[in-house]
């Protein structure tokens, strides 16, 4: 283990999140006050929900099969849970704090999990229904990393009405102090996951004044962003996932089919612009998402040298978690795969001005 790992937080959550961890049978998450590890939304945010050394928040990889031959692994030792590398301690670490909503149910009698849980300290949300990707006929067109299709209906709710999710909402601002709410959604048929989402995004911004976030495809009609917008909502995100053509075309077949990388860039641009309209009092920040180790690092630098100018924040996240049943068995990219990629893009961030790894929450 290299001395920049050990002694950076920041190395440190990359390569948890490339390596994963072992939890020792030392550990007793739930019992120690500890969050479930669950598989929600589509898989990123899964994982045991930890606080590193400099209060850096995240959730490691610990129920995905290559977690299982990690060199780090996770004990609780004397009250405290303590993370190693080849059973050498690394750092102290604490338990993200499970709140007692965990534990109630809604109105309906549906756990307040299955409607949203916390990231770290904001709570995320898949509204709808599967992503219609996962069931194309004759054959599946689903991203080829993605794993919404095999978390819904688990440990996600598929059906969430708009006053369940406000009672959850309500009770994760009243006792986990959170400011920003998260959606998400997969394709629909029809370019519906616009109308689905709005009356949560409105009713939520307007009677509670959370920061709001979207993520879905590239709406057909981008006016339809500038409306948002001027209702007050605060982000939205467009998860393109890799800037090579061919390789895009290979591993988000159905992105590819409907929408194409194009098209994707292109919302990206508009809703950039968009910040300049709506309330002067609302933030607004536009992500164009890419997936670090999916291609070459080179592809990825590009990347992200082409959201800078555009987008007001980018957002990489790390390939390691793979939970396709077909990619399963891919080998992992490492650190240093795709450590170069955000390297590569620090200093022109600096030069623009844009935020760069800064944002109102934790994840």
Known sequence: MSASVRSNPALLKLDLYCKGARL?????????????????????????????????????????????????DICRRDGRYVLRYEKEDVATIQLSPRPEWYE????????????????????????????????ARPEKINCKFCSV???????????KSVNEV???????????????????????????YLDILEPYLVRIKKELGLLVGFQTPPHRDLKRYDALRELGLNRVSFCFEIFDRDIF???????????????????????????????????WVTNGEIIAGLEPPDSTIKAIDWIIPWARCRRCASSARWSAPTWRTRPRPGRKTWSPSSAGSTRPAWRTGYPWGSRPTST
């Open 249 to 283: 075309k290979d591993i988000c077949p159905g992105k590819h089919a409907e929408y194409s990388l194009d098209y994707y860039l292109e919302a990206v641009r508009y809703c950039a612009q968009l910040g300049k309209k709506g309330p002067k009092d609302e933030p």
């Open 104 to 135: 109630a149910e809604t109105s309906t009698g549906k756990p307040m999990t299955r409607i949203g849980t916390l990231q770290g300290t904001y709570l995320g949300i898949y509204q709808a229904k599967v992503c219609e990707y996962w069931t």
């Open 149 to 159: 299709g095999l978390n819904l209906g688990v440990d996600d709710a598929d059906e």
């Open 166 to 192: 406000m009672e959850v909402v309500r009770r994760a601002r009243d006792e986990s102090g959170i400011t920003y709410v998260d959606f998400n959604t997969g394709h629909y048929d029809g370019d519906t």
């Open 24 to 72: 020792d049978d030392s550990c007793f998450i739930e019992a120690d006050g500890g969050r479930k590890v669950m598989r929600t939304r589509a898989g990123l945010g899964s994982g045991l929900e930890v606080i590193l050394p400099g209060g850096l928040w995240t959730n490691v990889p610990v129920a995905e099969p290559f977690a299982a031959a990690s060199a780090y």
